[in-house]
C-alpha cells in the first residue's frame, strides 16, 4: 500500500488527480472494504469538483450490491450527505431509479425526509411530480396523520391542489388511512369553514363534497351540530327522523305562558294562546317537546324577535290532561277543557266534532297529569 502524506498547511490537499479525458478519472482506488477514505479534521474528508459543462459529477460513487456513495455524521443537526446548488436551477442532491425509490429517507426518531425552501417567489419546501399517470405524492401512515400540514402566513391555503389540464379527471388530493383519520381539518376562525368545497363549473353535474360509505353500518356523512341546507334537499331512499312529532312554530300571545304539553287554541290576534274552555274549535294543537318526545321537524322555523313555539300537528307528543268529566283510557277523544292549557276526555260526541285534539296513548284514572297523545286535529 502506497502512503502518500502532506501535513504543509490545515488547507493543504494529501492527494490530488487530474484527469482532461471524458472518461478518464482523476484518482481511483478499489480494496475489499474501504476504496477511498478521507479524515478532514478541519474541513472536507473527501472532496470532488466538477467543470464539466454536459454533465459530469463532482463525486461518483457506485455499488453493485449496497450503497453507491454513503455519509454518516454525529454531530447534532449536520448532514449525513450534504448537496448544495449554486445555479438558478437545479438539485442540491438528485436521486434517480430505473424501478426503485430515487430518493429514500428513513429516521429513527425524527424526519425520514425534510425539505425547506427560503425561497420568496414561491418556492416548495417539498415538492413531488409525476410525469406519468401515477400519484405526484403518496403518504400512509400506520398510526399517526398521514399528511399534517400548517401555515404561518396570512390568507394562504393550508394545502393547494389544482388539477391544470382542460380535460383532467384524477384527483387533486388523494388520502388513505389503515385506521385513522385520511383527512383531518380544524379551524378556530369566526366565520370560516374548517373544510371548504367548491365546484365552479355551472353546467357541471359533479358535486363539490362526495361521500359514500360501503355497507348499512355508520354513515356517509355524520354531523355533531346543527346543519343549514340553502337550496334543495333531494333524498332517493327513506328520511329516518328520531323526533316524534311534526310541528310548526306558531307566534304565541306575549302574556302567554306556555310549556311543553300545553294545549294551544288560535285567538283573535291570529296568535295563539292556551285553552281555556270545553270543546273549543278554535284548537289548534299541543306546545311540541314535552318528556322523551321531541319534534322531528319543525316548519315555517323563523328566526325573528315574535314569542314563538313549535305546536305539535301529527305524530306523538305528551300532552297535559285534566280527568274533571271523568277517567281517560287508551284510546280515547280528547278535547279541550275549563282548565288553562289541558285537554280532557270527549264525552259528548257533538260538541266534539271539530274541537278533537287527538287520541289518549295512555290512561289517567284521576286529576291533573301529563300523559302521551296522538295527535290527529278533527
Not at 72 to 90: C, D, I, L, Q
Not at 125 to 133: C, D, I, P, R, T
Not at 338 to 359: E, N, S
Request: hydrophobic share 40%.
Amino acid at each position: 500500500m502506497a502512503i502518500v502524506e502532506n501535513v504543509s498547511g490545515t488547507a493543504a490537499v494529501a492527494i490530488t488527480g487530474n484527469a482532461t479525458g471524458q472518461d478518464t478519472v482523476g484518482v481511483r482506488a478499489s480494496g475489499d472494504a474501504v476504496g477511498v477514505h478521507g479524515d478532514g479534521r478541519g474541513w472536507n474528508g473527501v472532496q470532488g469538483v466538477s467543470e464539466s459543462t454536459t454533465g459530469g459529477a463532482g463525486v461518483y460513487g457506485r455499488n453493485d450490491n449496497g450503497a453507491g456513495v454513503r455519509g454518516e455524521t454525529r454531530a447534532r443537526f449536520n448532514p449525513g450527505v450534504h448537496g448544495v446548488h449554486h445555479g438558478a436551477e437545479g438539485w442540491g442532491v438528485y436521486g434517480e431509479a430505473n424501478s426503485g425509490t430515487g430518493v429514500s429517507g428513513r429516521s429513527d426518531g425524527w424526519v425520514g425526509v425534510y425539505g425547506e425552501s427560503l425561497s420568496t417567489t414561491g418556492g416548495a419546501g417539498l415538492w413531488g411530480e409525476h410525469k406519468s399517470n401515477g400519484t405526484a405524492i403518496v403518504a400512509v401512515s400506520l398510526g399517526g396523520a398521514a399528511v399534517v400540514a400548517t401555515t404561518k402566513a396570512a390568507n394562504a391555503p393550508v394545502i393547494a391542489a389544482m388539477q391544470e389540464h382542460p380535460e383532467a379527471s384524477g384527483t387533486a388530493i388523494f388520502a388513505r388511512a389503515k385506521e385513522g383519520e385520511a383527512l383531518h381539518a380544524e379551524t378556530n376562525s369566526r366565520g370560516v369553514a374548517a373544510v371548504a368545497a367548491y365546484n365552479n363549473r355551472e353546467d357541471g353535474t359533479g358535486a363539490a363534497i362526495y361521500a359514500r360509505k360501503v355497507g348499512d353500518a355508520g354513515h356517509a356523512g355524520f354531523f355533531d351540530g346543527n346543519v343549514h341546507v340553502e337550496k334543495k334537499l333531494t333524498v332517493k331512499d327513506d328520511i329516518i327522523l328520531t323526533g316524534a312529532d311534526c310541528a310548526e312554530d306558531f307566534s304565541i300571545d306575549n302574556d302567554a305562558e306556555v310549556a311543553p304539553g300545553t294545549v294551544m287554541v288560535v285567538a283573535d290576534s291570529g296568535r295563539l294562546t292556551p285553552s281555556s274552555r270545553p270543546y273549543d274549535r278554535r284548537v289548534a294543537g299541543v306546545v311540541s317537546g314535552a318528556g322523551p318526545f321531541k319534534p322531528a321537524i319543525v316548519l315555517d322555523k323563523r328566526h325573528c324577535d315574535d314569542h314563538r313555539r313549535p305546536i305539535a300537528l301529527v305524530g306523538k307528543v305528551f300532552c297535559n290532561v285534566d280527568t274533571a268529566v271523568g277517567p281517560i283510557a287508551v284510546g280515547d277523544l280528547l278535547t279541550t277543557s275549563a282548565t288553562p292549557g289541558f285537554a280532557m276526555k270527549a264525552a259528548d260526541r257533538d260538541l266534539a266534532f271539530g274541537a278533537v285534539i287527538g287520541k289518549a296513548l295512555a290512561p289517567l284514572a284521576t286529576g291533573r297529569g301529563m300523559i302521551p297523545i296522538l295527535v290527529a286535529l278533527q
